[in-house]
């Protein structure tokens, strides 16, 4: 036997015999009820009792047909749950025992054999409450009070004298999306939300451990863990960090002790398209007597990141630096994948990670109106090497600065840092989403008639949270290492010069402004963290709206209910009538609501990709769903890659080329975000619709490391002899380089489609090859499964091999032509 392995064996079965233990009891018999009712029913743990009311079949599914009406009274209720649970009169000899909830949603009471115990008042905090006096030996309560968020935040707004935007949601610690958002649902819950258990502990245990790296490229190895550590009993102790032992002194309460830790030989953690996302796992055992105390295990990742912002003749800089080297940011927004969150599985949580890491992107911001995400989300980040600008709770609204709010702000700040900072996902801490464009832009203080006194208390508030508690909070959790602040998301509202030439944008010309899809081509900033477009679910996930078989229908009541916008249908329209045309057919619109929006898309991040460096970051507005919804997600509920989810896997691959028409050029870039140097013998080619070259030109091309250049430009009189409603531009190259390009001139309601002959071939069970006879524009392949690419265009006397995630019978095919031809 090796003594790795005896190593590990041992740490193992000091784990297992630890003196601090944990019991749970999420998994004891739940039950719960209306405070206005008799009977109880039984609950699961953790949940929501709008779950546990569907699974009681008291309410229907408000996800299917108009159900969501039907079920706001649940908001206005106060609430029980209650289970019982034996103590044995061994537990009862342990020197504490804690009980601790993870989450609770929101306003509670919690009663223990009838006593009162504590109030909560915020659902992203952990209470941890010591509650060895009031157990005994058998049979104990646990009881715990939800009161309606919606009347508690109505009573603390009567508190404040001016009208508070969003009130009442504003005024409780909750997932602000609850109330519904112009994506989602109302659906106001309540419950116990995570993990609920008892920890048994004697002498001392272990509180947080962090992992400090204070590296750069010139000092790799000054690193070291801080381990703080709650002693009842004061005395001699030893911390073992996996084989570096420590011998040290605990003080009765709280201890600090600092750990360093050589490094040596051990690979740095990459984001991805940069390198590998190497992790490093640490056994953590604190011990006296060669008896173990508490352990803990964590996973960590080595690496550097730097926000830059520095000026410059164009204004300020804003690019993250990653390892050393700046890293141009590709990726989305997050937003709960779920309206119930309990029931996200950490499948679910995997696959949407694993879906944005294989449409090439490098980052995910944690949207400011949801949940601060369940650790199997920033597991997976870790995995896949995808960084998280996180956002803390707080979105598109003013809040209030009494002192209780402010000091419910400061605990939940500790404990969401405390419990995330390890991850090497974490890129940076931002304060909100959108407050400070909403106190400048949005007019709330006209709409609500402010006098000048409300409108400075406003901004006094503001300050007071944003730039005083929160950054504080951070700087007595975090070393500088890990202390990245950016106040608010934007820092400067669209409409303002200024948010094109420093700090994040969100640009929403493009929707909310209703401006076509290619102001986007003007509208760039230094890194743009918002802008999007909406498109329809899968047919899949339109069909799951319906309790029975749908009438899927344009004018059908249940779909157009999953359509949250209030103008959302007129604004698509309106688009589609600009670049397409508007199908009566369900099946033809929702096929080209998706190409739609795919192709607005693709013309945004091109422009910003195109601008790199002065451009250093593109988040489009947003990866997933909480429903079955019409919005602006690029993967729908269900799981469902929209023709958007395809479209940004191209637009995001690290070797992309860009076509800017100007008005007497073509002007042909190659963005490369690889960090060597290519060779690429590039081909243009004009080719008609049926196959035959009109013109074409090639050279040869030394590309930069990480770099946006331009490699041609084509004068609009060298191409005026042709038809350029009836061609398209193909660019392409091998060596080093390999990619190709197909760049249409006109809009798509222009073009001189050709009906095409598809051919399907089966290579294999899980393979098939695409071919046509002609142009093939926006070939969607229909079938129960994930297929590698779709919604693509192809050339005649060309092919694709597409492989499928399960053999199919049938595979149905649509193209652009089938929607355009009448």
């Not at 599914?61 to 039907?70: R, S």
């Not at 049979?139 to 001016?162: D, H, Q, Y």
């Not at 419910?408 to 464009?437: F, Y």
């Amino acid at each position: 036997m090796n003594k790795s392995f005896l190593f590990a064996l041992l740490l193992v079965q000091n784990i297992l015999f630890a003196q601090t233990s944990e019991r749970n009891l999420s998994s004891e018999h739940w039950i719960f009820k209306n405070s206005k009712d008799q009977n109880w029913l039984p609950a699961k743990i953790p949940g929501t009792v709008h779950l546990d009311l569907m699974n009681n079949k008291v309410i229907p599914d408000p996800f299917k047909d108009e159900n969501e009406k039907k079920v706001q009274w649940i908001e206005n209720e106060d609430w029980y749950y209650q289970t019982e649970f034996t103590i044995s009169a061994q537990e009862l000899k342990n020197d504490n025992i804690d009980l601790v909830f993870n989450g609770l949603d929101t306003f509670s009471e919690i009663y223990l054999n009838d006593k009162l115990l504590k109030k909560t008042d915020n659902m992203f905090r952990t209470w941890n409450i010591p509650v060895r006096p009031f157990l005994k030996a058998g049979n104990n309560t646990l009881k715990i009070r939800f009161i309606s968020a919606v009347n508690t935040g109505k009573e603390l707004a009567k508190k404040v004298p001016f009208t508070m935007p969003e009130s009442p949601r504003s005024f409780v610690r909750k997932a602000q999306y609850q109330f519904g958002w112009d994506w989602g649902p109302r659906l106001v819950t309540a419950g116990i939300w995570k993990e609920v258990q008892l920890e048994f502990w004697n002498n001392a245990k272990i509180i947080t451990v962090k992992d400090i790296q204070n590296m750069s490229a010139e000092i790799f190895n000054d690193f070291h863990f801080e381990v703080e550590i709650e002693a009842q009993k004061e005395g001699k102790y030893a911390l073992d960090i996996n084989k570096t032992h420590k011998e040290i002194t605990l003080k009765k309460g709280r201890n600090t002790i600092t750990v360093p830790y050589d490094i040596s030989g051990m690979k740095l953690w990459n984001p991805n398209g940069r390198g590998e996302a190497h992790l490093h796992e640490f056994a953590v055992r604190l011990s006296q007597n060669r008896k173990n105390v508490d352990a803990r295990t964590i996973r960590i990742g080595l690496r550097t990141i730097e926000l830059v912002q520095e000026k410059d003749e164009k204004g300020k800089s804003f690019y993250f630096k990653v390892n050393g080297k700046p890293l141009y940011i590709k990726g989305t927004n997050w937003i709960p994948a779920d309206s119930f969150s309990p029931r996200i599985s950490k499948e679910k949580y995997q696959k949407l990670i694993k879906d944005a890491k294989d449409a090439n992107m490098n980052m995910i911001r944690i949207w400011g109106g949801g949940i601060y995400e369940d650790d199997e989300f920033y597991k997976a980040c870790d995995e896949n090497g995808i960084l998280v600008w996180q956002d803390f709770m707080f979105a598109g609204s003013f809040y209030p600065a009494d002192e209780a709010f402010l000091n419910t702000v400061k605990e939940e700040v500790k404990d969401q840092v405390n419990r995330l900072q390890n991850h090497p996902s974490i890129a940076v801490w931002c304060g909100n989403n959108e407050i400070d464009e909403a106190i400048v832009n949005w007019g709330y203080q006209k709409q609500f008639k402010y006098s000048k006194t409300d409108s400075l208390q406003v901004w006094k508030d503001y300050k007071k949270l944003f730039h005083d508690v929160i950054p504080k909070a951070l700087s007595e959790n975090l070393k500088s290492d890990k202390n990245m602040y950016w106040p608010s998301s934007p820092s400067i509202g669209w409409g303002h010069k200024e948010s094109l030439t420093e700090g994040d944008s969100h640009y929403w010309g493009v929707w909310w402004g209703e401006q076509p899809f290619e102001i986007y081509n003007e509208k760039v900033g230094r890194f743009m963290s918002e802008y999007g477009f909406q498109g329809t679910p899968t047919i899949e996930t339109t069909k799951s709206m319906f309790s029975e078989t749908p009438d899927l229908s344009l004018q059908n009541p249940t779909i157009r209910a999953h359509e949250k916008h209030a103008r959302g249908w007129e604004i698509i329209n309106e688009y589609l009538k600009r670049d397409y045309k508007i199908p009566t057919d369900f099946v033809q619109y929702n096929y080209l609501s998706q190409v739609l929006q795919a192709r607005g898309m693709q013309i945004a991040i091109e422009a910003h990709r195109r601008a790199k460096p002065y451009n250093m970051g593109t988040l489009y507005w947003q990866l997933n769903d909480c429903w079955p919804v019409v919005s602006w997600s690029s993967i729908d509920y269900l799981g469902n890659w929209k023709a958007f989810h395809y479209q940004a896997k191209r637009s995001f691959e690290p070797i992309l080329v860009s076509v800017a028409e100007r008005d007497k050029n073509y002007d042909i870039y190659l963005i490369s975000d690889l960090m060597k140097e290519l060779k690429a013998d590039v081909t243009f080619e004009l080719i008609d619709f049926k196959g035959k070259s009109l013109w074409k030109a090639s050279q040869t091309d030394h590309i930069e490391a990480d770099i946006s250049t331009k490699i041609r430009s084509i004068s609009t009189s060298e191409l005026a002899p042709f038809d350029l409603s009836a061609a398209v531009l193909k660019i392409s190259a091998d060596k080093d380089a390999h990619f190709e390009k197909l760049f249409f001139f006109k809009k798509p309601k222009e073009l001189k489609l050709l009906k095409p002959e598809i051919n399907i071939k089966k290579i294999s069970p899980t393979e098939i090859e695409i071919s046509t006879d002609v142009l093939a524009k926006e070939v969607y392949l229909i079938g129960d499964a994930h297929f590698s690419d779709n919604f693509f265009d192809l050339l005649p006397g060309t092919s694709k091999r597409i492989t499928l995630s399960k053999s199919l019978g049938k595979i149905d095919i649509l193209s652009l032509w089938d929607v355009m031809k009448n």
